[in-house]
């Protein structure tokens, strides 16, 4: 049993909490009062200021995954201040902002976890909803709520002068095309990546793909795209992806791309983009698994691959280099009262490109 539910199981005192909750699969969020575990010796307590809205927030309340146990408190782009330590933290004082994510424990003993890859971690247990995957754990609930507390090795440090409401998304967002950009070694200056699709992952992964020194194209099937990439976002070009001249011209001149898109579309032309040992990087989960091109895979020796978000020490890396190049999300500030129809809108992809909530203003017991 690890110390996070070790923790949550024999805690005797509480705190009393409160925040907004789904109770069935309408998706509609309501107040709700909850509680969280005392503060333990490697804990901190967070007073949350922030919260992001991704996507996946958006799949849970409304049960989109079938695997929902409500009440559900969503949000996993967590950003606030340090409110109590325990006595044995060393990573944080009081008055520091700091940083969840995806991840509040895992095993801490495992290959993965001894490697940094907490997030691969079979133990691995959610912000939110934890006890979707794993029913012998007691349910977390997330950062739509006034306070968080947790093991200070599953908290990032956000440095001072970071804006903490364009912060927040890159505790999910950032990290999700961070991590496979290293691991899969589209990282260096001068290589030529794609980014598909240019919404809330898509817009961050062009910002880091370019401070790292590549030729970024956008890759899109909305040409009202085009201007926001190469304008304001600074891409080198864009290319409207249903558009078969196009696509054609552009075969075989990218060294990788990242696939940011979760709809059901096909990787065949994907593919054929990549020049020889090229990596298609898929971050999305569609509802129907896509044909594999097998013909262009073996013909050009190329990959396909996938990744899920990133373990503590690379989110810590990649706020510090977005803190570096003043990488920040686009977001739309709102309070909680609007959320709902936050998520209305952002089942329409009605937003840019990232919804935040200002807990610390709007949420009230």
């Known amino acids: 049993m690890s110390k996070f539910e070790s923790s949550q199981v024999n805690n005797e005192e509480q705190q009393d909490t409160y925040g907004w909750a789904a109770y069935d699969s309408s998706g509609i969020l309501s107040p709700f009062k909850f509680s969280r575990r005392a503060n333990g010796e490697n804990d901190i307590t967070i007073k949350i200021l922030y919260t992001g809205i991704c996507h996946t927030d958006l799949h849970f309340v409304r049960n989109d995954f079938g695997i929902t146990n409500y009440p559900v408190v969503p949000g996993h782009e967590i950003v606030g201040e340090v409110t109590t330590i325990g006595p044995n933290v060393t990573?944080?004082?009081?008055?520091?902002?700091?940083?969840?994510?995806?991840?509040?424990?895992?095993?801490?003993?495992?290959?993965?976890?001894?490697?940094?890859?907490?997030?691969?971690?079979?133990?691995?247990?959610?912000?939110?909803?934890?006890?979707?995957?794993?029913?012998?754990?007691?349910?977390?609930?997330?950062?739509?709520?006034?306070?968080?507390?947790?093991?200070?090795?599953?908290?990032?440090?956000?440095?001072?002068?970071?804006?903490?409401?364009?912060?927040?998304?890159?505790?999910?967002?950032?990290?999700?095309?961070?991590?496979?950009?290293?691991?899969?070694?589209?990282?260096?200056?001068?290589?030529?990546?794609?980014?598909?699709?240019?919404?809330?992952?898509?817009?961050?992964?062009?910002?880091?793909?370019?401070?790292?020194?590549?030729?970024?194209?956008?890759?899109?099937?909305?040409?009202?795209?085009?201007?926001?990439?190469?304008?304001?976002?600074?891409?080198?070009?864009?290319?409207?992806?249903?558009?078969?001249?196009?696509?054609?011209?552009?075969?075989?001149t990218m060294d990788g791309i990242i696939d940011t898109v979760s709809a059901d579309h096909s990787l065949i032309p994907l593919v054929d983009l990549l020049k020889v040992n090229g990596k298609l990087v898929c971050l999305g989960a569609p509802k129907t698994n896509p044909e594999l091109p097998m013909f262009s895979l073996l013909m050009g020796r190329k990959l396909i691959g996938g990744s899920g978000a990133g373990g503590m020490k690379e989110t810590q890396e990649m706020i510090d280099f977005a803190a570096k190049h003043k990488i920040t999300a686009d977001v739309e500030v709102i309070p909680m009262d609007y959320v709902n129809e936050a998520m209305d809108r952002l089942a329409k992809g009605n937003v840019k490109y990232r919804f935040v909530i200002d807990i610390a203003n709007t949420l009230t017991a």
């Not at 495992?110 to 247990?125: G, M, R, W």
């Not at 934890?130 to 599953?154: E, M, R, W």
């Not at 899109?220 to 926001?228: L, P, Q, R, Y």
Request: glycine share 10%; net charge positive.
């Open 91 to 252: 990573k944080f004082k009081t008055g520091d902002k700091a940083g969840v994510g995806c991840w509040v424990g895992s095993c801490r003993a495992c290959e993965n976890c001894t490697q940094d890859l907490e997030n691969y971690c079979p133990k691995a247990i959610m912000c939110y909803n934890a006890n979707a995957f794993q029913p012998n754990l007691p349910t977390t609930y997330g950062g739509y709520s006034n306070k968080i507390v947790i093991d200070q090795h599953f908290a990032v440090k956000i440095p001072s002068k970071m804006p903490l409401e364009s912060t927040a998304p890159l505790l999910c967002a950032g990290i999700t095309v961070y991590s496979p950009m290293m691991y899969y070694g589209l990282n260096r200056a001068g290589l030529h990546v794609g980014v598909v699709g240019l919404g809330g992952l898509g817009h961050v992964a062009v910002k880091f793909a370019k401070a790292l020194g590549l030729k970024v194209t956008v890759i899109s099937t909305s040409v009202s795209k085009k201007e926001e990439s190469l304008t304001r976002l600074d891409a080198d070009s864009f290319l409207l992806s249903p558009d078969p001249r196009q696509m054609e011209d552009a075969k075989g």
